[in-house]
């Protein structure tokens, strides 16, 4: 399976961007979905999660403008931000824990300005 990320771009501080990631191929038993981040010089931090079993969790610096949910007809994850901050400048990146492998997409860009 592949994981193509897209919906980065350059915003505004305040403003709102949708990131998706479409997961190509099967994936049978999926754990778990996660959003990640890593800005310039920092290490990469788990921003959003969502369970097989519906539950999610959120960084606190996100926790109220960030969401995380799934299409499961379009094998594809989302992550809405809003209120964005200039804090929230980094690549983004979607992982996929299923069938006992973990997958990883290419990463997409959000900058926000001040």
């Known amino acids: 399976a592949q994981l193509v990320e897209s919906g980065g771009g350059l915003v505004e501080a305040g403003d709102s961007l949708r990131l998706s990631c479409a997961a190509s191929g099967r994936m049978f038993r999926v754990v778990a979905m996660h959003w990640y981040r890593q800005a310039p010089g920092k290490q990469r931090e788990l921003v959003a999660l969502l369970s097989s079993g519906g539950t999610t969790n959120y960084v606190d610096s996100v926790e109220g403008r960030f969401t995380i949910a799934r299409d499961n007809a379009k094998s594809t994850v989302y992550l809405q931000m809003n209120s964005l901050k200039p804090e929230d400048t980094a690549v983004y990146y979607c992982?996929?824990?299923?069938?006992?492998?973990?997958?990883w997409g290419q990463g997409t860009q959000v900058t926000v300005s001040s």
């Open positions: 992982n996929i824990v299923a069938d006992g492998k973990s997958y």
